[in-house]
């Protein structure tokens, strides 16, 4: 219990610091320097201003300096990662799994809200994704590096095809975020990719519906997201779909 209420205290302080990421990243600013600011009247924000979700409450969702209205994306996503970090301490059971989920949720969750609001997936952050998959799993899992290294040429590859089959479908950026999560999930990237896929069909369905297939169809509607709900749902339930598979079809 304690190691998960860390985990939500943690989760929720980085959560703070992907914040930046998602407002800095697609503008190509740094994330290090200067501290936080708010964007509107450029006064740095104070530390007592900035502790996750409390600020924000506390503050009535503005700025303490010039009023303006501080969106409600940031207390959302500093508590997104606070439960989700929560989540993957109480779904895995070895050093190994809690590092690995945690390190993805901290990359599909920036990647997810840069790809909604800009239609982007920066490739400093999936660089990044995949250096530390392949750091962390060489440190702590040596022996099941190749299979995860498999698992993200193989998800990326399949995304690469739809890709090309498709080029209005999807971009590049969604092709190297699914090689990042089979570099973290090994062959759990499977259900998450399926999970993507037939969520992504199925608000693509509901939006045809609304608009009609013409407007619909022309609808731009970013994957990214779609990936991360697929990289989360396997985080807590991957390998157990990926056995119920296994065992009720290769058997």
Known sequence: METATFAGVLGAIVGSFLNVVVHRLPRHESVVSPA??????????KPYDNIPI???LLLRGRCRSCGEPISPRYPFVEALTAVLCVGAV?????ATGIALSIALILIVVPAAMIDLEHRIIPNRLTLLGAIVAI???TALDPAGEPERLIAG????G????AALAYPGGMGMGDVKLAG????????AVAPAILIALVS????????IARKGAQAGRKTAVPFGPFLALGAIVAIYAGQPLVSLYTTNFLH
């Open 90 to 94: 109480l779904a895995h059971r070895t």
């Open 200 to 207: 992504g069909v199925l608000v693509g369905a509901v939006i």
């Open 54 to 56: 409390l600020s924000w």
């Open 180 to 187: 990042v999560m089979g570099l973290f999930l090994g062959a």
């Open 135 to 137: 750091v962390l799993g």
């Open 36 to 45: 936080s600011y708010c964007p509107k009247c450029g006064t740095p924000v």
């Open 153 to 156: 040429a193989a998800a990326g």
């Open 158 to 161: 399949f995304l690469l095809l």
